[in-house]
């Protein structure tokens, strides 16, 4: 198999390149890293020094393709499906990686670092830079439930890249900052994310990790 991603199930970042994966029934093989294994991060480090994943590796092209959103760049160029992620029209697909990025940098941004507060040491903790991230989660809830009110999708009515970056963003801010009461919404796009196959399927295969999720 020429695809080989280097990934762990529990990522949030991962279940991006996932779904993206799983809409286009795209072949791969799953690599799964333990960073915590000395030699599972060793033989990850010689792939990708930086140590973060997802990456992919293209065998067939001697291609490393780091960081989820240009992983799903390359997978629309190289082996498009069914579901057209990233759009052809050049205006849409700007579009799209706004909504991509938006995802990115005001939801995921802020959640990981709520879940990063969560297993400092209590000498270290960061409860100033928790407010400000939940105060930008906030702000960017009360965006996407706005744009949420008349469309199924974050690009409408086309699943897209940017829904694949909303998924787990969306997933793990709810369990740092509930969305239900105050932003419905933006709860219910994320019920409809989790409703859609490739999703299930992502859940479904991160279930056995998540009890390393730190509780708040």
Excluded at 63 to 75: D, H, M, N
Excluded at 197 to 208: D, M, Q
């Amino acid at each position: 198999m020429s695809l080989h991603l280097y990934m762990h199930p529990l990522s949030s970042y991962c279940h991006k390149v996932l779904i993206a994966l799983y809409e286009n029934d795209t072949a791969f093989e799953p690599r799964i890293v333990d960073l915590g294994d000395a030699t599972s991060r060793a033989a990850f480090l010689k792939i990708w020094p930086i140590g973060k994943f997802p990456v992919l590796v293209d065998t067939v092209r001697d291609v490393t393709v780091p960081e989820s959103t240009t992983i799903i760049e390359y997978l629309s160029h190289h082996y498009p499906g069914r579901e057209q992620l990233v759009p052809k029209d050049e205006v849409l697909a700007r579009q799209t990686r706004l909504r991509d990025r938006f995802f990115d940098l005001y939801v995921h941004t802020p959640m990981q670092r709520i879940v990063s507060d969560r297993i400092r040491p209590a000498n270290a903790k960061d409860p100033h830079g928790v407010e400000e991230s939940k105060t930008l989660l906030r702000t960017a809830y009360a965006m996407i439930d706005r744009d949420m009110a008349n469309q199924p999708w974050a690009m409408g009515d086309q699943f897209s890249m940017a829904d694949c970056a909303a998924a787990p963003a969306l997933f793990y801010a709810d369990k740092v900052l509930p969305m239900a009461v105050d932003w419905p919404n933006v709860a219910a796009y994320l019920e409809r994310i989790k409703q859609r196959p490739s999703y299930t399927r992502v859940l479904a295969e991160a279930a056995p990790y998540f009890h390393l999720f730190p509780a708040g």
